[in-house]
């Protein structure tokens, strides 16, 4: 499985940014989906996760403010952030979940100006 991320960026506070994730390979298998982010000096942590069935699952920081989505049609998966915090900089990881396996992407960079 490959993940691919896009639309990170510099934002001002309160502001919105939406995260993509484009996956390929053996899609067939993918049982969750769900982002992470890494903050600086902060261990990686998860930020919300969308089950095969479309149940979701948020961090307390970040519920109500963002939305993860997934279409399979276009083999995409989507973090849309509103209300942005500077606490919500970070690196943001595309996290794809195949049995045991964990699949990674490389990453975008969010940061949030007060």
């Known amino acids: 499985v490959q993940l691919v991320e896009s639309g990170g960026g510099l934002v001002q506070a309160g502001g919105s940014l939406r995260l993509s994730c484009a996956f390929s390979g053996t899609i067939s298998s993918i049982n969750a989906m769900a982002w992470y982010r890494r903050a600086p000096g902060k261990q990686r942590e998860l930020v919300a996760l969308?089950?095969?069935?479309?149940?979701?699952n948020y961090a307390g920081s970040v519920k109500g403010r963002f939305t993860i989505s997934r279409e399979n049609v276009n083999n995409t998966m989507a973090l849309q952030m509103n209300g942005l915090k500077p606490d919500d900089t970070a690196v943001y990881y595309c996290n794809a979940r195949c049995n045991s396996l964990y699949y990674w992407g490389r990453g975008t960079q969010v940061t949030v100006s007060s």
């Open positions: 969308i089950s095969d069935d479309g149940n979701t």
